[in-house]
């Protein structure tokens, strides 16, 4: 069965560096997502992303977060400047269309020193 | 911000015991779902609502879009060891796009 793929798994940076996470959504999902989960937490929406642009976006999705799609597979988030709060697993999601439900990838955990 | 309370927040069963949970919220969701989540995971889709009143199964597991839109239930019937696991339910907000709510999670632990 088709499954979004994150990479990677565990990423451990200093604080201050700029991280980026990848994902690959199921290969003809039209709707993105990134979600994050503090750990013993539960999962917060972050942003969404449809026809190449941002849908909507939480308030922890501030200046210092943007998303990219850059080719026809991938689904980049970046944290520009991480801070010590940034410690949390990541997770991308995508849909099919409207009426389908989010399938999730197995996260990426972020770890900031 | 909108917010899903889950209940029980954690429950000890015997296997072959049936299971019961739910999210109440107050505001309406127009999407219900509920996913498991093992250790070092992603939520794993169980069911989805689209529905008010809507009930649906998916083998030994059943779940209700309730017919106010501000609640929903999941059961599992006669429980096995890999049912162990963190359930969450989701609610979405509006169709095409929508972010979804999730509830804080209710942890199912099977006491041999």
């Known amino acids: 069965e088709p499954e979004v793929t994150q990479t990677p798994s565990h990423q451990v940076t200093q604080m201050g560096q700029e991280v980026i996470l990848r994902c690959v959504p199921i290969s003809n999902h039209l709707y993105f997502y990134w979600y994050r989960q503090i750990l013993g937490q539960k999962v917060e929406f972050l942003v969404s992303f449809y026809n190449n642009e941002i849908s909507e976006k939480s308030e922890i999705f501030d200046d210092q977060f943007s998303v990219e799609r850059p080719d026809g597979s991938n689904f980049t988030l970046k944290i520009r400047s991480t801070k010590l709060e940034d410690s949390a697993m990541y997770f991308c999601a995508s849909k099919q269309a409207s009426y389908q439900p989010q399938h999730f990838g197995d996260g990426t955990r972020l770890s900031i020193l | 911000g909108q917010q899903l309370n889950q209940s029980p927040q954690s429950m000890f069963i015997q296997e072959g015991e049936d299971v019961s949970m739910n999210c109440t919220s107050s505001?309406?969701?127009?999407?219900w779902l509920w996913y498991k989540q093992d250790p070092g995971e992603g939520p794993v889709l169980l069911i989805a609502?689209?529905?008010?009143?809507e009930l649906t199964s998916n083998g030994r597991l059943t779940a209700q879009f309730g017919i106010t839109r501000k609640d929903s239930f999941l059961n599992i019937s006669a429980s096995i060891p890999s049912d162990v696991g963190i359930y969450f339910c989701a609610g979405g907000s509006n169709f095409g796009n929508e972010k979804l709510t999730f509830g804080t999670g209710t942890r199912l632990t099977i006491i041999p």
């Open positions: 505001s309406i969701f127009n999407t």
């Open positions: 609502l689209y529905k008010a009143g």
